[in-house]
């Protein structure tokens, strides 16, 4: 079984509606993190969580909530979805820093978002 | 914000070839990460390097931090099929940064 889990995976919606994303994680790591993917552009930080009911703004966080309930779970919501918003999104976890302050961090399988 | 710049940006190969990229920054880097992206799939953590000069193999894979701790390589000896899809590197600022930088991507597509 996958340690990161993401749902849906793919999902198509209009401009306005709300949509939420959802990331489970059976590694037991305080941390996640939800990154955007648009081609050209690598790996961009929206939010991220050090643990329940932390929340810190990542460098592209305009448009988007984040809510972090339990460790294994957190959840990226599109208020108002527009079509900029159509890229890959993934979740991600770590353990935290190591003794030396180094991360290294896991991604889910991500999820497609189509807003028309 | 502080980039990372991964070139080449794409790849066209034959199979059983080496391959080789690289990513670069002005800031100094306390760690580098590669990961490979298959299509429809999320990264996968290939390599961690932690300190410069280090030099880390993973079956036909080869990563080194370089000395200056502004740059980074991956090699691939023997191309094969499999190895096609993005990859990329991470990396972290300094001791305790918070957060990850990401390189742009290399694409590599291999012909059979």
């Known amino acids: 079984d996958a340690d990161v889990t993401q749902t849906p995976r793919n999902r198509i919606t209009k401009t306005g509606k709300r949509i939420m994303l959802e990331c489970s994680q059976t590694k037991g790591h305080d941390r996640m993190y939800w990154y955007r993917q648009d081609p050209g552009l690598g790996l961009r930080l929206i939010y991220y969580s050090f643990d329940v009911k932390d929340i810190n703004k990542g460098e592209i966080s305009d448009g988007y909530s984040v809510s972090r309930q339990a460790q294994a779970k957190f959840s990226l919501s599109l208020e108002s979805a527009i079509p900029n918003q159509t890229a890959l999104y993934f979740c991600?976890?770590?353990?935290?820093?190591?003794?030396?302050?180094?991360?290294?961090?896991?991604f889910g399988p991500g999820t497609r978002l189509l807003v028309l | 914000g502080q980039q990372l710049n991964q070139s080449p940006q794409s790849m066209f190969i034959q199979e059983g070839e080496d391959v080789s990229m690289n990513c670069t920054s002005s800031s100094i880097f306390n760690t580098w990460l590669w990961y490979k992206q298959d299509p429809g799939e999320g990264p996968v953590l290939l390599i961690a390097l932690y300190k410069a000069g280090e030099l880390t193999s993973n079956g036909r894979l080869t990563a080194q931090f370089g000395i200056t701790r502004k740059d980074s390589f991956l090699n691939i000896s023997a191309s094969i099929p499999s190895d096609v899809g993005i990859y990329f590197c991470?990396?972290?600022?300094?001791?305790?940064?918070?957060?990850?930088?990401f390189g742009q991507g290399t694409r590599l597509t291999i012909n059979p």
């Open positions: 991470a990396g972290q600022l300094n001791r305790g940064a918070q957060k990850l930088v």
């Open positions: 991600a976890t770590s353990e935290g820093l190591t003794s030396g302050g180094q991360e290294t961090q896991y």
